[in-house]
């Protein structure tokens, strides 16, 4: 957890030099929050931002995807009446029948809270290829009891696989903006500051006060949202900690398949083996991609 925090500070701080940024690090955070070039001023203006992404990311799909979910998804905006309670983005899934598809609901409530930057990496993650892949397919499985469709919440893998998704943007031809791509490093830090307070808390004996610090300390998070933050994982031990679990894991079985393969290693036929059973423990997982890498040599 600790070498990733640094990883990803190093790469923010090359995004700053890329961008010709006159000041240290801490200073672009700064321009970052406050200049009015990242933000919208109006609503619509989000969610068209949202739908047109959808269209550019859905094309180029097939390039890393062999199985792709039957159901589409749509953006919606959070309704006014929940609005200010309700979280800045989220994934609803489709309904089994089919009569519904799977929305990302977006929040315009606070404008402030949805950094342009940080559209790519949260589309994503929340829709396709992340949420919206790995539970619409798994809805979509047959000659399956109905606990493995709709239930099996394992956070490494549900979280993992959104997160390992967001590492795709490149390959999907996103994050040509520098911008576009610290926005995905900073969402990544966020996962990687929860994975050292989370096992900092729950196997290391921190008090509430030091990982409060450590949090404030490697990020421009807002002290009381770091708050509320930390005393989330004090209350739900392991589910922070589960998202970067879960994304290094398949990381890890991706880069192994790899260099087992070599020239017969596919992406469309390794992100088919991930998806293709729903959410499992990753010890499953693992099992499942070392026999589908055997079955290859």
């Known amino acids: 957890g600790h070498s990733e925090v640094k990883r990803i500070l190093g790469e923010m701080d090359e995004v700053r030099r890329q961008v010709g940024f006159k000041g240290d690090l801490e200073a672009f955070f700064t321009f970052l929050e406050t200049d009015q070039q990242f933000y919208f001023t109006q609503g619509p203006d989000l969610l068209a931002g949202y739908r047109t992404l959808k269209t550019q ?3 180029a799909l097939p390039k890393l995807f062999s199985v792709l979910p039957r159901a589409d998804y749509e953006v919606r905006e959070v309704e006014a009446f929940r609005a200010q309670s309700a979280a800045g983005a989220y994934y609803q899934q489709p309904s089994a029948d089919g009569s519904r598809p799977g929305v990302f609901y977006v929040n ?15 589309s994503l993650h929340e829709a396709a290829p992340g949420h919206h892949f790995q539970v619409s397919i798994q809805q ?56 050292v307070v ?35 994982y004090i209350a739900w031990p392991g589910q922070a900690l589960g998202y970067k679990v879960g994304d290094l894991r398949i990381q890890g079985l991706r880069h192994k398949a790899e260099q087992a ?4 290693f596919d992406l469309r036929d390794f992100h088919r083996e991930v998806l293709r059973d729903g959410a499992v423990p990753m010890d499953v997982l693992e099992a499942k991609v070392d026999r589908w890498i055997a079955a290859r040599h």
């Open 57 to 59: 990311i859905d094309a």
């Open 108 to 122: 315009t409530y606070n404008l402030k809270a949805q950094p342009k930057f940080g559209m790519e990496t949260l």
């Open 140 to 195: 979509e499985l047959e000659g399956v009891p109905r606990f493995r469709r709709f239930g099996g919440d394992y956070t490494a893998y549900v979280e993992g696989w959104a997160l390992y998704a967001e590492s795709l943007g490149r390959e999907l031809g996103l994050f040509t903006d520098p911008y576009q791509w610290y926005g995905r490093l900073n969402d990544e830090q966020l996962r990687a500051m929860r994975l």
């Open 198 to 232: 989370d096992t900092g808390l729950h196997a290391k004996g921190w008090t509430r006060e030091q990982a409060i610090k450590f949090m404030l300390d490697n990020s421009t998070m807002a002290e009381s949202d770091v708050v509320s933050e930390v005393e989330r």
């Open 261 to 264: 393969l070599g020239p017969r």
